[in-house]
Structure formats: C-alpha cells, structure tokens
C-alpha cells in the first residue's frame, strides 16, 4: 500500500478521469479474484483440519476396542497385550506434540509404534491359531483397524493447501495492496480507516487459514483429549 501510494502520489497531478476509472476498476477486480481465492483455501484448510480431528478420534478409538478385545483372549496372553498397548497408545500420544516439520521425529517414533505393533499382531496371531474361533478372530480384527487408523492419521499431517495455491493468495493480496494505495492517492484522497480495517481483515483471515492449514503449530491445534483419555483410561486398567 505504501509503495502503491508513492506511486499514486507522484502522479495524481497527470492522471485523468480515464486512468482513476481503470484503476478502480483493477482494485474491484482484485478484490473479487482475491475474495474467491479466501474463500477456496479457507474451505480447503478447513476440511483438512477436519480430517486431521476425525483421524485423532478414528485412531483413539480402534486403540480403545483392541483394548476391550484383550478380554477374549487367553490369560497367558492377555498381560503382554495389554501391556504392549500401552506402549503402543504412549508412543501415538507423544507423536501428537512433535511438530509436523520434525521429519526425523515423526519417523523414528513411526518406527517405534510399528516396531510394537509387529509384536502385538504376533501375540494376536499366536492366539488365533490356538483357539482357532471368531473369538480370537475379532481381537486381530482390531488390530488391523488400529494400523489402518495410524496410517490415516500419519498421512492426514502431510496434507496442505497446495503451495502454488498459498503463493498465488499471497501475490494477489500484495497486488492488492499495492492498487488500493495507488487508486486512493491517484485521486489525491488519504487511505481512510475503512481501507485498513479491510486490510487488517485481510490480515487476519491469510493467518486463519495457514494455522487452520499447518498442524501442531499456531494458535489453532487439533484436539488430542480423545486420544489422551483412551490412554488414561488404558493405564488406570492394570
């Protein structure tokens, strides 16, 4: 705005009737454009929050039945399942506070919770082979349901807005910018308190969708309680 100002400044004294139209014109132009890009990546920052929400709560509870399920199973087994689970629930839960930039983290901690799962789908395996009924049967079926769940999770992190999008927000609010101090000071009027409120607005709105868009940073953070309660809920049971 600043720089569009000095530009407009400069040349408000030779600008006619024609140039002031254009230029108003551009700047409602530019307003529609960037109203249409706002609303797309907001909807689209917004549905990944969502997700990302729904895949915490999906993941929680297929750790929750898989521990009700250790009951069917027999009692030279039931302790090493559970007692694996909750290894396994603590080491989801401590993915939740790592950043999502943290690719190094992400992936040992990845490792460690399949590591623990390859030795639960053993035990499971073991016992259904055993018992040999749809009893043993259900407890495995759980656990693939919990695999299923931390791979949707996993990958529900790894999905933003697309960058060319985010880039192309950013140049037409700049573009923008620039335009609305030009028009303004091509007609020799200061920017009044309603140019910045929009602005400010704009602001606001731009910040919104990239917290909304970037997990586990920001002021806006997918809610863990579900997941934080299974596992409670999980050690209190010993």
């Known amino acids: 705005m600043w720089l569009g100002g000095a530009i407009g400044r400069r040349r408000h004294v030779t600008a006619n009737g024609d140039s002031k139209s254009q230029a108003n014109a551009v700047q409602g132009s530019l307003l529609g454009l960037l109203a249409l890009l706002l609303g797309f ?3 689209l920052s917004l549905g990944r929050y969502d997700q990302r929400s729904a895949a915490v709560v999906l993941e929680a509870n297929a ?8 009951d069917l199973i027999g009692d030279e087994r039931r302790e090493e399942a559970r007692t ?14 790592v950043a999502a930039s943290d690719q190094e983290e992400r992936a040992h901690l990845l490792a460690e919770a399949e ?18 009924n749809p ?7 759980s656990l693939n349901d919990m695999i299923d769940a931390l791979a ?6 790894d999905r933003h807005v697309p960058e060319l999008v985010l880039i192309l927000l950013f140049g037409t609010f700049i573009l923008l910018g620039g335009v609305v101090g030009y028009s303004t000071w091509i007609s020799n009027i200061r920017p009044g308190v309603p140019v910045y409120a929009m ?3 704009i602001v606001v709105l731009v910040f919104l969708i990239m917290d ?8 806006i953070a997918v809610d863990q309680s579900k997941l934080v309660a299974t596992v409670a809920a999980m050690d209190l049971d010993r």
């Open 115 to 132: 590591e623990v799962f390859g030795r639960l789908w053993r035990v499971a395996a073991v016992e259904a082979r055993e018992m040999g």
């Open 212 to 219: 909304l868009d970037r997990p586990r940073r920001g002021l």
């Open 63 to 70: 750790i929750g039945t898989a521990w009700l399920r250790t």
């Open 199 to 201: 602005m400010i607005l």
């Open 84 to 97: 694996l689970l909750r290894e396994y629930g603590a080491i989801r839960l401590e993915s939740a506070t």
């Open 41 to 43: 990546t907001f909807s």
């Open 135 to 141: 009893v043993a049967m259900s407890f495995a079926a």
């Open 152 to 157: 949707t999770r996993d990958a529900a992190i």
